[in-house]
């Protein structure tokens, strides 16, 4: 077997790929409309997270924190949740979904944040807001369980689980779309759009690339609606396109209401678009059309002038969010190009039997390592101290210093990416996506002939 | 009284207290708004956690160090490449972070093996380090690991290593800043006095307060070999381990971030007779006096006023470029703590600048009372702002820029109001007296942007004129400059290199003769 999938050895961790759970609860929450999040324990739980996402889309969010302190760590705290409820509803009136999050220190004191809710439903919410729409939702994620991408794949499902609620089908898809950018939503909408499928879009996140207006706009949000959230029961079908990001919400929706769940692909690459496609076309009966060959056609167009031309035969590490290290290897291997390093960022152990990896396991023809539960220092240490050799890292802007220090032309990819500008208005989904993946790929490479003088003629012609 | 109620805030009255004006003809006694309490659940507050003060602000700018979290692995991944202290040993602080990564077991049977292992592991991958810090989080300080038991333990097992403990989860405070005040005291009681340094110079100080953002250390540092002072450590931007625990042989600490390091000046004297002397490194003035005195200390004055004229003929001609044309523009200067009171005068008075409004994230009421008497009247002072009342503030005072955070950056450019980072800042380093001319450029290409200029006009309503094709800063902001400014033949604009650092880099240092016996005379002052 060529593909070796194991555990990374060390216990610690040398510069993460993943943060924690709450982090991917606050993800999922932002996509809401009219949803401001609590996080319950220490301000930077909050504070932190808040700069990541700022750091990734250049915009600000709103997330609140029941600023735990030491008072609370002894005594519990959770009376700083029902005041942040109260302050929070006061000072924002439009605000009516408020999942209230727990972190590992309140976890481990124990506040019961399911208790609290039920008192504010009873007392706070009754007296002093009869009469307005609010929903309190408590989502446990512990900081010491799973990561960030659990943390949003549960996020997702105790949403779902809330809202959702049976009415009379529809003939729309659930789509959940994963942890994706803003220009992946907007690919997957125009693929729906061109497609007359209609969708409760999980979340709506377009908005996140917000503009700058003449009356001004403070902050980006979501647009995801509750009713969008309780559709999500009398829907044909759910397609979680990331399966660790979503998969949980749409297990949910098929057990409780039938509703069929199709898992994956994330349509990264012409292959995996072309699966989401004829999935869609399976479910919802609506024939693919010409437009869509066209569009197709273009890609592979552009995809053809570069790859057995540049991209054959070069070695690629690629870390961040499994699906999307999943798919890129996959649409890389359509590109000739060898994934030789694949960097899963936590411990989750469903990895080892997901059926694509699985499938690298049986049918690839050269060495492919896989390492679960991986940090950014597993990639350094092989280039440093192990004699590894690659052209191309694919990854978020976290492991830059190895690209930077080793020389190595990288292609920035997932989340976050602060080094580049604009990144979350590319898609990487859809036809479209794999072409300007394709194309970012070589023109960095280009970019990397150049600064080395490695061949740098042979891109006179072409 | 000149408390301000902030209109999103009139359903939380007891943040009255937390913002007033300064009012015309009144005292400090009249306008001093309440600081550094608990944070008001919810109210969306800039503030961080204790963990990050100690760990993000003043642990990991030390150079030479491996900065080990124990506990789940978001708080080590969230302070991570966020900020921008650089190093001269190749950024290795920046580079690399460790977490235990602790995880539900650990959470239930303990993780102190799990931190033993760590510890060896992370030594193994980085042979040619020798020095840790390791960071307490919320999770490992509510389960009771007894962390300054392992590394004693560790440190018994593996003699070359030296290991520094620093307990301060999260919760511990209404803010960073009980963060800093526990990383201060910690440092001074395990690690002060333990290594012998060797000394160089008859005039040897500690840099005390002082993060190296973007490279400020650098420069001061400069200054200070200029004049043949030898900088035993730094604390901490750009500081070396080893340094650190030398202070004790200081002649001098020169404190220059008094929010974040005062604790530890203070204990230095208290315990080890060290003299504290505050100084400030933004300013053409302030420097200068701040040069001036520690020279006086000292009694080498030549030396700074030599350094002093040097740099002022060389960049103040660049200064008052910038000045005549900042004149009169509103500024909010909402830093996290010192920087309010470093730069509320000294932005009027050297760049021309009205400072509108101060705040403060973390500081208290001490940082205020600075703040507040070096401020202009009728300037709107708040202590802890959230989100709302930052909006407000800017819609009601109508800044033309804001020195602040990253993300409330973000925000202020939604409401048009250009941004600079006070924390990180733009085109840094800020400190020195070139660093000067590169704030006021930053602030001036901040103001004075075409595009800034556009982000005001909608399109659908206003008169746009159709015969521009461009505009530059010049033509708009030399609009209303008189001729003799706009043709001085002394003014020019900023004539230093991208890099400022590289200059420095380069420079060969005086050897000044040492006088025989004069150190010891000077530690008993």
Known sequence: MYCDVKVKERTGIINPIFTCQPCGVQFASIGIKDCIGIVHGGQGCVMFVRLLFSQHFKESFELASSSLHEDGAIFGALNRIEEGVDVLLMRYPKAKVIPIISTCSTEVIGDDIDGVVRKLNAGLLKEKYAGREVHLIPIHSPSFVGSMVTGYDLAVKEFVTYFAKKGTPTEKINLITGWVNPGDVTELKHLLSVMGVEANVLFETEAFDSPLMPAGNHVSHGDTTIEDLMDTANAKATFALNIYEGGKAAEYLEDEFNVPAIYGPTPIGIRNTDTFLKKLERITGKPIPESLVRERGIALDAITDVTHMFLADKKVAIYGNPDLVISLAEFCLDMEMKPVLLLLGDDNSKYKSDPRIIEFQEKLDYKMEIIMNADLWELEDRIKNGGLEIDLIMGHSKGRYIAVGYNIPMVRVGFPVYDRAGMYRHPIVGYRGAMLLAEQIANTWFADMEYKHNREPVLNVW | ?525
């Not at chain 2, 007033?20 to 608990?38: F, Q, R, S």
């Not at chain 2, 004539?495 to 150190?519: C, H, M, N």
């Open chain 2, 1 to 525: 009284m000149p408390y301000h109620l902030f209109k999103c805030s009139e359903c939380i009255p007891e943040r009255e207290k937390h913002a007033v004006i300064k009012g015309y003809g009144e005292t400090l006694t009249d306008a001093l708004p309440l600081g550094y309490l608990n944070t008001i659940p919810g109210s969306i507050s800039e503030r961080g956690c204790a963990y990050c003060g100690a760990k993000h602000v003043i642990g990991t700018p030390m150079k030479d160090v491996i900065h080990l979290s124990h506990g789940p692995v978001g708080c080590t991944y969230d302070t991570w490449q966020t900020k921008r202290y650089i190093s001269d040993n190749d950024n290795f602080q920046l580079k690399y972070t460790f977490a235990t990564d602790m995880k539900e077991q650990h959470i239930v049977f303990g993780a102190e093996k799990l931190l033993k292992k760590n510890i060896k592991e992370a030594f193994k991958a980085f042979p040619e380090i020798k020095r840790m810090t390791i960071y307490q989080t919320c999770a490992s300080a509510l389960i009771g690991d007894d962390i300054n038991a392992i590394a004693e333990e560790m440190m018994e097992e593996m003699p070359d290593i030296d290991i520094f403990v620093c307990n301060s989860p999260g919760f511990g405070g209404p803010s960073q800043s009980g963060g800093h005040h526990k990383i201060n005291i910690a440092w001074v009681n395990q690690k002060v006095g333990t290594f012998e340094p060797e000394i160089t110079s008859d005039y040897v100080i500690n840099y005390v307060g002082e993060y190296n953002i973007q490279g400020d250390q650098e420069v001061m540092q400069d200054f200070f070999k200029r004049m043949g002072i030898q900088v035993l450590s730094t604390f901490t931007g750009n500081g070396s381990y080893d340094g650190l625990r030398a202070m004790h042989k200081a002649h001098l600490n020169v404190l220059e971030c008094a929010r974040s390091a005062e604790y530890i000046c203070n204990e230095l004297r208290v315990r080890y007779g060290i003299p504290r002397l505050d100084i400030d490194g933004f300013g053409f003035e302030p420097l200068s006096a701040s040069l001036r005195k520690v020279a006086m200390f000292f009694g080498i004055e030549d030396r700074a006023d030599a350094i002093i004229k040097e740099e002022t003929q060389r960049w103040k001609p660049e200064l008052d470029w910038y000045k005549e044309r900042l004149k009169g523009k509103k500024v909010c200067l909402w830093p996290g703590g010192s920087k309010l009171w470093h730069w509320a005068n000294v932005i009027h008075e050297e760049m021309g600048v009205e400072v509108v409004s101060v705040y403060t994230k973390f500081g208290h009421q001490g940082d205020m009372e600075k703040g507040i008497s070096r401020c202009e009247e009728g300037a709107l002072a708040i202590d802890d702002p959230n989100e709302l009342e930052g909006i407000e503030a800017m819609e009601t005072l109508k800044p033309d820029i804001i020195f602040t955070g990253k993300r409330p950056g973000e925000v202020a450019k939604k409401i048009r109001v250009p941004y600079l980072n006070a924390h990180a800042y733009h085109n840094g380093p800020w400190k020195g007296f070139e660093g000067w001319v590169r704030f006021a450029r930053d602030v001036y290409n901040g103001i004075f942007s075409p595009i800034h200029e556009l982000s005001l006009l909608d399109i659908s309503k206003d008169e746009i004129p159709t015969d521009k094709g461009f505009l530059t800063q010049h033509l708009l902001s030399d609009v209303n400059l008189s001729e003799e400014v706009k043709n001085s033949t002394v003014l020019r604009e900023y004539t230093g290199d991208y890099d400022a650092l590289k200059r420095i880099k380069e420079r060969k240092y005086p050897e000044f003769p040492r006088k025989s016996g004069l150190e010891g005379e000077l530690s008993a002052v």
